[in-house]
Structures are given as structure tokens and as C-alpha cells.
């Protein structure tokens, strides 16, 4: 490596740790500055021909980049430094890391409800972690797409990703990944009308939640099976269950939770006639929701 070549590296680098230190430190527009700068030191014919170097920098430069856009946060921009990534980490040969930030492109797109692109990503990702033979995160895969049909309306395709997780979630012993397949399995019957289809399936679930401890799955299990009964009639034991959601929901602090659980007993009071409680309890969820934005 020549003079030229180390002076633009050493100045590529102090860059990035001025970005990094921008970002970490809340300043993520000021950084996204700095490295555009870097990115023209870097557009040098004398770096462009060292390919390993050039493609290590554009890396971090571009990782950068996209981390800070995702901080301010800018979607539309970090979505395009993430496909400049996967394009570096295809060419590399970095599977497994073209694998997770596939998984967080797609979880962008699900958080602007973009559901059919993220599903697509969700399904990319998938072939990646099964080129990798990595069991585990093929099943969250199928779970992702699973919820992402769901959202879509595609509940009989919903399902068949749903049985592939829960087959590979029992195969790999993991307990908790079997608990939350029971349960998109329970509210996929649920929207299908099968009623009885899905208390077997949430009940599976809750079976699950209660054996390894894990509380706020058990609340949204019981809230799941709360709202079954409703559209059944069942309001007694819709009842029962929200109460035991809103329970552990006050328990564990899940103050959305709460104010979910509180909405929702609103609505089964309401179907019971007792109008003063459905008052109380809807109050109380908006009151909820208010406080906490």
C-alpha cells in the first residue's frame, strides 16, 4: 500500500469514528454528513482497485449510514444504504449476513405496514437460512411470513407457514417458539371462524406460557382466548379470561397491555348489559392510552 492509499484510509477511518461518536451520542443527521464525506474519499481510482479494502470500507461506511437514517428515523434512506449492503455482503460471500439484514429490511417494511414487501424479504431471508441449514431462524421465518398472510387476509396461507414453524419449533425443542406457534395457529382459526379449532390451539399455547414461566405471553394468551369467546356468546368466560390478562398485564407492568385488557372487558360488559362497568372499564383504557401516548 502506497502513501496516497494509507492517508485516505487513515482519513476514511477517523471519519467514521467521528460518526460513530455522532451517532451514539444522538447526533445522526451530523453523522449521515460525515459519512458522505467518507464515501467521497472513498470514490478514489486509486482505492477502487483494491477490492478487498475498497468493499471492507464501503461496509462500514454504508452500515453507518444506515444505522443512523434508521436513528432519525428515514426509512426511505436507510432501506436504500441496506440494499447497497446486501449487494457488498452477496458479492463477499456473507451469507449469514446478508440473512440478518434481510430479516431487518423486512422488519422495516412490517413496521411501515408494508406487508406484502416484507413478506417477500421475510421469504428471501428464509432461503438464506435454509442455504445455511439454520433451523431456528428458518422458523421465525415461517412465523414472519406467517403473520405478514395473516395481516393480509391470506389466512389459509397464514396457516401453512404457521405448521411449518411449529413443526421445526417442536424438532429444535424450543419450547417458547412452540408456545407462539400454538397461538398464531389459535388467531388464524379464529379469523377462519373456527372456533374450535382455535381454543385448542391458544389453549396448547397458554399449557405452554404457564409451564416456562413466560408472563406476558400467558396475558396475551388469555386475552386471545377472551376474544374466541365473544363472538360465541361465551361472555362469562370471555370475562374470566380478560380478567386474568389484565391480572398479570397490572403485574408485570405492560401498560398497553393493560389498557388493551381494560378496552376489551369494556366490550364484553357492554354484551352482558352492564353499561356502568363497560363505562368504567373503556374509561379507564383511554385513560391508559392517554397517558401513555
Known sequence: MNNLEEDILQA???????ATFLLNTGRGLRAIEVCKDCSIFLDNEVLKNKDQIFNSV??????????AFRHIPDYTNAAQYGWKLLEIYRKCGETAKEGNLTLTLADMCAQQFKYAEARKLYKKAMKITRKIDDRNGTAFCYEKCGNMSHFL????KAKEY???ALAIEIEIGHKNGEAVCYGNLGTVFLSLGEYDKAIEYLENALAIMIEIGDRAGEAA????????????????KAKQYLENALAI???IGDKAGEASAYGNLGTVFQSLGEYDKAKQYLEKALAIRIEIG
Not at 464501503?58 to 444505522?67: G, N, P
Not at 387476509?153 to 389459509?156: A, T, V
Request: net charge neutral; proline share 2%; aromatic share 16%.
Open 12 to 18: 476514511i477511518c477517523i471519519g467514521l469514528a467521528v
Open 153 to 156: 387476509g391470506k389466512y389459509d
Open 249 to 251: 398485564r397490572i403485574e
Open 58 to 67: 464501503s461496509i462500514a461506511i454504508y452500515q453507518t449510514m444506515f444505522m
Open 162 to 164: 404457521f405448521v411449518k
Open 221 to 236: 394468551v388469555y386475552g386471545n382466548l377472551g376474544t374466541v369467546f365473544q363472538p360465541l356468546g361465551e361472555y362469562v
